[in-house]
């Protein structure tokens, strides 16, 4: 059976829809449930031996298209690295460059995990392999924070989100806090975040902060 092409749509209010069905796909309609539900229900309706993974603010640069095309079938699943942009140009540094995903397996050969900071949150999700897996060359682009206003708002959702996973306390609280500083320094230093300017500077800061804040809201709710 060849590649096909299915899209599952939570009830969006754009061309979204008609884009997808004018380029071939099969499209559902379906109310929003979480990340991991969306996600679960999208694989268990593919009807390929292989799937690729794809968000809506994801594409896919030419060396991965060519590598995905000549990739052996000798694996169970593909590790991708993907590359996030900031207002508008890529982040090769600060770690956001050294993310490697599973977006490609076969379809019966997976299970989906959640994957935050408290391990419970219907966010931050990862697909686990049952056997072997390898990298492929080129890059999944990721588009997600044209602007500031943006991922601000998309930071405050998704630390609310894992905040209402876990239970605070005190010392967790301290424990990131401790560890905030050096979080940011290994961001900008070991992993280059200067080198790409002011946006560096602020996904190192922004990462630093980020589990303090989920610590913080979860005691808060507690």
Excluded at 145 to 156: C, Q, S
Aim: glycine fraction near 8%; include cysteine.
């Amino acid at each position: 059976m060849g590649a096909q092409l299915f899209v599952l749509d939570a009830v969006s209010t754009d061309e979204t829809v008609r884009i997808a069905t004018h380029h071939g796909a099969r499209v559902e309609r379906r109310p929003w449930r979480g990340f991991l539900d969306a996600r679960r229900y999208a694989l268990a309706h593919v009807v390929t031996p292989w799937t690729l993974m794809l968000d809506a603010d994801e594409a896919l640069d030419e060396d991965l298209v060519a590598a995905i095309l000549a990739a052996p079938a000798d694996v169970d699943a593909y590790r991708l690295r993907r590359i996030t942009s900031l207002c508008g140009k890529p982040i090769h540094t600060a770690g956001w460059s050294r993310e490697r995903l599973i977006r490609l397996f076969r379809t019966e050969r997976v299970h989906l995990d959640a994957h935050s900071v408290g391990g419970g949150a219907d966010l931050h999700e990862r697909w686990i392999a049952r056997g072997p897996v390898r990298d492929l060359d080129g890059a999944i682009l990721h588009d997600s924070y044209p602007t500031l206003a943006l991922y601000r708002a998309k930071f405050a959702r998704y630390t609310t989100i894992e905040a209402n996973a876990i239970r605070g306390s005190v010392f967790a609280l301290g424990r990131t806090l401790v560890l905030g500083p050096p979080r940011v320094a290994w961001s900008l230093l070991r992993y280059g975040g200067w080198r790409d300017g002011w946006r560096g500077v602020f996904v190192a800061v922004a990462s630093g902060w980020y589990p303090i804040i989920v610590q913080w809201k979860a005691l808060r709710a507690h």
